[in-house]
């Protein structure tokens, strides 16, 4: 019985990361600069965590960081140049970020 309520707990964990990161992609999604500001900050934090990292890209996370690396303030381009930055170390993410247009985001971020 101990195994099973290890994997449960693992799923739980899972599921309630998943809601986090959901949220957040949402909040940076939203039109208020100040929530933008607010949950870059946030994704920043949760782009630390590599296990976090495939949620962050499943649920549309580098898009919407690679559209405020083109459109967003020059504060909310920061948090996106971090937040991309850890992204990279996962291999998956690393490829989705150059299909999505972002390595060439940094680097007009970087002029």
Do not use: C, F, W
């Not at 994704?43 to 976090?52: A, G, I």
């Not at 549309?60 to 967003?72: K, Q, R």
């Amino acid at each position: 019985m101990p195994s099973r309520l290890r994997v449960d707990d693992k799923r739980r964990s899972a599921n309630e990361a998943e809601n986090e990161v959901d949220k957040v992609i949402n909040m940076v999604k939203s039109e208020s600069d100040t929530q933008k500001k607010e949950a870059l900050n946030e994704l920043v934090r949760l782009t630390r965590d590599t296990d976090k990292h495939k949620a962050i890209r499943e649920r549309g996370g580098i898009e919407s960081l690679v559209t405020l690396a083109i459109s967003g303030t020059n504060q909310q381009k920061l948090y996106v140049a971090l937040a991309l930055s850890n992204l990279t170390r996962n291999e998956n993410n690393h490829k989705a970020i150059r299909e999505r247009g972002g390595i060439e985001s940094l680097v007009t971020l970087a002029i």
